[in-house]
């Protein structure tokens, strides 16, 4: 799907510098193509963050969610430590790596997914699934490789989401239980002072989870960014300032 955006979006540029035009790009429903697939390639091909990230070298439009996040209270300061889970393509570590001044030689952002991700210069790149048992163990020890690192990390980044039902309550539910797992052990690894950014559905975290955020951090908030579609129930909890 991504490899069909790109060549539909490559076209899509053609067209406009041979001087061809127009205001809305439709999408032709293929004999191997889902009706909602085709919907979703007209989205994509009328975005204009999809077009922006194309043009700036983004991996994704989600870049821009990061984006807007650190630029409204930075905490994406150059030397800080990133673990970045759920990252997938790589729009936020991308982001974190810029933001943070992460190198090769001196690398300070993990980025960790379920799904294989191209290399990104600057990061430590791991494919894994946070939820299996020994995830936690494994990460730990990848943190180690980190420079700076024996002491925490800075920034802990979830963008990680459950496949959608198109069930508001099922979906909640769902990416509920990946922040349950996610927040403990944030917790765990982040230094005094540290972030916590994580996405949630609408109706935002739980309760009884937020409450305990407010314990474990300085200030805790919801965000919608405006490169956040409209239409999507997607949010985002940003917890700064870790209590230990």
Request: proline share 5%.
């Amino acid at each position: 799907m991504q490899l069909e955006l790109s060549n539909l979006l490559n076209n899509l540029e053609m067209k406009k510098s041979s001087g061809t035009r127009s205001l809305k790009t439709r999408v032709k429903t293929a004999r191997k193509r889902s009706n909602s697939s085709t919907r979703w390639l007209q989205r994509q091909l009328n975005d204009p963050y999809v077009k922006q990230a194309k043009k700036e070298g983004y991996r994704s439009r989600a870049a821009y969610k990061l984006i807007e996040i650190d630029d409204k209270s930075p905490f994406l300061k150059p030397g800080k430590i990133v673990l970045d889970l759920g990252a997938a393509p790589g729009g936020w570590t991308q982001v974190a790596v810029a933001r943070v001044r992460s190198t090769v030689e001196m690398p300070r952002v993990l980025a960790v997914d379920i799904l294989p991700m191209e290399p990104i210069t600057g990061a430590v790149m791991m494919q894994l699934d946070f939820m299996a048992d020994r995830a936690p163990d494994i990460l730990r020890d990848m943190l180690k490789t980190l420079q700076a690192s024996a002491a925490g990390v800075d920034v802990v980044l979830s963008d990680m989401a459950p496949n959608t039902t198109g069930h508001a309550a099922t979906d909640h539910i769902r990416i509920m239980g990946l922040l349950e797992s996610a927040y403990p052990f944030a917790c765990e690894v982040l230094r005094p002072g540290g972030v916590f950014v994580a996405k949630v559905f609408q109706g935002g975290a739980e309760k009884e989870l937020l409450a305990q955020m407010k314990r474990d951090f300085k200030t805790v908030k919801h965000a919608k960014p405006k490169s956040s579609r409209s239409d999507s129930s997607e949010m985002y909890v940003v917890a700064t300032g870790f209590r230990t």
